[in-house]
Structures are given as C-alpha cells and as structure tokens.
C-alpha cells in the first residue's frame, strides 16, 4: 500500500519536499518523480536477484523496462545502479542511447521492428534484439550480413501461462499477437517463412513448434547469434507461481533445443511483471521473496533437466517506476450528484473535478485501474466523504480514483495527490482535449528538487499545427 509522510504542519511530503513548496515552484498537474525510490528499488531488485541466483552459481541482468517511464535522467540512474535498458522502439532506444547509456547494454523489443530499427540498434551495437517471428529472423540475419556483423538474438516464446492479472495486459495467452509457441505441430504455420534450401538444412519437421522452428532457423543463420529465449507472462503480477511455471516450460523448451542443436544455450530472459501496491489490500512480495522461490525453482528444473543455469535476465519496468510517481492535482469543482433519486432514497456522490485526467492518467479508463489518493496540503481531518475524482477532460469516463473517502470540507484549491503513478502514466500520457502533458520534477531527499522533463505549453502544441 503506498504511504506518504506528513510534515508537522499536516502536509505531505515527498524526500523531505512539502506538497506546497512543490506546488508553489511546479505547478500542478505534474508529475513528482522521486529519485530516491527509484533508486532504491532498482537496487533492491538487482541484490535481491543477484543474491539468490548467485547462490545456485547463476548470473544475473535487471534490464529496466522503458516503457513504464523513460526520459535521460533515469536512464541515467539505471545505469549508476547497474540496471541495464529494454527498449520496446526506435525511440526508446534513441532516448537510452542518447542519456548515455551503451549500446551492449540496451535491449531492443517489438513485435514489429522496423528495417530502420533494427539496423539502428545492431550500428549502435546493441547487446540483443530480442526476435518476435520467423520473417524477423530472416530480416535480422539479412540485415547484419550486409552490414558485416552477426546480430545478438533472443526469441520472445508464449510459454502458455495465463498470469493472474487484468487480461488486457497479460501477454502470454497463445491467442494474441507476441512471442512464438511451443505448442507441437505449429512449425507448420511459419515454414513457408523459411527459405526452402534452408529449411533441409535445419532438419525441422513439422510436428516441430513454431518456437522449434525458430530456434533451428536462427541457430542455422550465419548472420544470427542466438543467446537465448525470452518470455513476459504479464504485468501486476503478485504471485511467484506464474514466473517458477513460465521458467520451467522455457528450460525444458532450453533441454529439447540444445540436444538438437548441440550446443549449451547460454541465455533465460523471464520479463517483467511484478507487481506494486495501488490500494489498500494490494500485497506485493518483497524481491528478495520473489527472487528465491524463483532461483529454487529454476534451479530445481535445470537439475532435474541436466542443464547447467542460464544466464537470468528481468525486465521490470512498474516495480522500479510505479512507486516513484505521486501526481499533484489542484480540486477545482466539487459537485454532489443524486445518484439514485427515484428510489426516494437519495444517494448522494461527490465528484471531486481536478485539473488533470485520463490524458495524463489513462490506465483508470484502459485497466479499470485504481489508485490511491489522499488531501496533500493539509491534514485530512474530520468527516470523510465517498468521492470519486475525476479529471477536467470531455468524457464521462475520465475517471482517476472510482471510490475514495476525502474530507468532508474538502475546496477547490486543495491539493490532492495520487499515488503510484511513476509507470505507464506520463509514458501513456496524450494531449486530448489540447491538454498540454505536465512536466515531471525529480525529487530526492537533501537535493533541490529539479524539472527532469519539462511540461508542454500550449505553444508546444500548437507549433506542429501545420496550417497555423
Ligand atoms: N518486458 C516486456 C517484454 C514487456 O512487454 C513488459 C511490459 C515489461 C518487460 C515490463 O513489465 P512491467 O514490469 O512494467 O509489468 N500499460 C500497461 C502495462 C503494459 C505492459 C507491457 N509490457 C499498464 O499500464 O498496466
């Protein structure tokens, strides 16, 4: 559950910053980032891993997943606690690029690669393109031939495991558009991919899986150096079962792949996924938890398999950025609506409007997401009231926080801040309604808190009107 200390006067505080004092320089809506948390979290990850691999013998990688929340500075701060970078587009790995961070270091995703992208990341030498079909393979191989270099590979597979999670976000159904299955006989749904010549050469049958036929294919690709294979069962993950299923179907796949290639594959990549408290109730397992019972598990499996333990990468992207995030809201109107005025009944709901939304928000409207919010500029004392946030934005569903308890005597221009929303909520921020996106400040405890990305003005906006 995510908790906020409160200065003596009553006032939230974010590392040691008053609510008002951040207001007064930033503005509101904005986004407080704060350093510190991010920091300790990407720490906590990598000793809680590097720990309980390194007791099997194991070595592990924490790539930071990107696309939760990415901008210069926290490349930057990935990089100094050694967390390496998965980037899902050419954007992201021109941004990880550009903050600094090397190319041997970034990982590059996507289900539809570019040309352009794929030749961006092997110039910048990147330290895996992780592949996402067969025809990918044969563009990667093309691709670094021509370019005299053989191209660092992982291939994405659906290790069939449904994670526990909102469905819209769970990636690892065999019925959706990433990773290649292991299902028997669906070698033959790619083989027409595959250059005749070639497939003789890979001795692939077709009652092969498709993730089979990959694997032969790119092992037989003069331009491919395969690494290893990938899987990512879904995101706000609480329970560790879904990862241990997920590793021990990879590492049997891993078994079968090296007995016919002969040759150790060197690389499991398991994704991200853990999850993060948003609301009372919400129970995350401490990473070095989650980090053991995996190590256990994938331990246990490669025993059992005859396979020494590969190399493990993660890619969480909330864990790390989720809670680093409080967005700062100003309440403007204050509405009670009657809710169900003909039972007779009256009910009474309070809309609390605030000068943000789904556009800097969209995971209430995407997800049915829920998050926290609590009175930030003074202490919430008194009657509290069932209110429901909700943003300035054209739309009825511009929800921010469905249920919620604020006080009774509640005014526009209190402050009101929503927690956990350092992931996927500036990184899936829009400009509806012609809302410039808030700018995000970074906080940390003794330092001055600074812009790190700067808001958009309605200039911003308009400059790329064309006809303007
Ligand atoms: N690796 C891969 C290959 C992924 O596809 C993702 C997320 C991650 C890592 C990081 O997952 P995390 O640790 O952050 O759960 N917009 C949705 C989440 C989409 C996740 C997409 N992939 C949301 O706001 O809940």
Redesign the pocket.
């Known amino acids: 559950t995510p908790s906020f200390e409160r200065s003596t006067g009553g006032e939230l505080t974010i590392d040691g910053h008053t609510v008002s004092d951040l207001v007064d320089e930033f503005g509101t809506p904005g986004y407080i980032w704060s350093e510190d948390t991010f920091r300790s979290r990407a720490r906590e990850y990598r000793q809680a891993f590097e720990e309980a691999f390194g007791d099997h013998g194991a070595e592990v990688s924490v790539?930071y997943?990107g696309?939760?929340f990415l901008c210069a500075a926290v490349v930057r701060w990935a990089q100094e606690e050694g967390l390496n970078l998965?980037t899902?587009s050419g954007g992201e790995l021109g941004l990880g690029l550009a903050a600094g961070m090397p190319g041997q270091r970034i990982a590059l995703?996507g289900n539809n690669k570019s040309e352009t992208e794929i030749r961006r990341a092997l110039e910048n030498g990147v330290g895996r393109i992780?592949a996402d079909s067969v025809p990918e393979l044969v563009q990667i191989d093309r691709i670094a031939r021509d370019m005299d270099t053989t191209a660092p590979v992982m291939i994405?597979i659906t290790p069939g495991v449904h994670a526990e999670?909102?469905d819209?976000?769970a990636?690892a159904h065999e019925d959706q558009k990433?990773g290649l299955s292991l299902a028997d006989g669906t070698a033959a749904l790619a083989e027409a991919d595959v250059d005749p010549a070639l497939r003789s050469e890979t001795a692939v049958s077709s009652s092969d899986s498709v993730a089979m036929l990959a694997a032969l294919v790119a092992e037989a690709l003069g331009g491919i150096d395969l690494r290893g294979f990938?899987?990512?069962i879904?995101?706000?993950?609480f329970e560790a079962d879904g990862f241990a299923l997920a590793a021990e179907r990879l590492l049997a796949f891993i078994a079968e792949v090296t007995g016919r290639i002969e040759r150790e594959i060197p690389e499991l990549?398991l994704?991200?996924?853990?999850?993060i408290g948003y609301i009372p109730g919400d129970a995350p397992r401490p990473a070095r938890d989650i980090a053991k019972d995996l190590a256990d598990s994938v331990a246990k499996s490669c025993s059992a398999l005859g396979l020494r333990i590969p190399h493990l990468s993660?890619?969480?992207?909330?864990?790390?950025?989720?809670p680093a995030g409080t967005t700062l809201y100003t309440v403007g109107t204050i509405k009670d609506v009657a809710i169900d005025a003909e039972s007779g009944r009256t009910q009474v709901r309070r809309y609390v409007a605030v000068d943000g939304g789904m556009s800097d928000n969209?995971?209430p409207v995407?997800?049915d997401?829920d998050y926290s919010v609590v009175l930030a500029n003074r202490e919430p004392l008194g009657e509290q009231v069932l209110s429901r946030v909700v943003g300035k934005h054209c739309e009825s569903g511009d929800i921010l926080v469905r249920y919620c308890y604020l006080p009774a005597d509640l005014r526009s221009g209190d402050i009101l801040a929503v927690a956990a929303t350092g992931?996927?909520?500036w990184?899936?921020s829009s400009n509806y309604n012609y809302l410039p996106r808030p700018g995000v400040v970074a906080t940390s405890s003794g330092q001055t808190p600074r812009t790190i990305v700067r808001g958009e003005t309605e200039d911003d906006l308009f400059a790329r009107d064309a006809a303007l």
Request: aromatic fraction near 12%; hydrophobic fraction near 30%; glycine fraction near 14%.
């Open positions: 790539y997943a696309k939760s998965d899902a995703h992780v994405r999670t909102h819209f976000i990636t990433f990938h899987c990512h879904g995101s706000q993950i990549d994704g991200g996924g853990y999850g993660i890619e969480p992207g909330r864990a790390l950025s989720g969209a995971r995407l997800y997401a992931a996927y909520c990184s899936l």
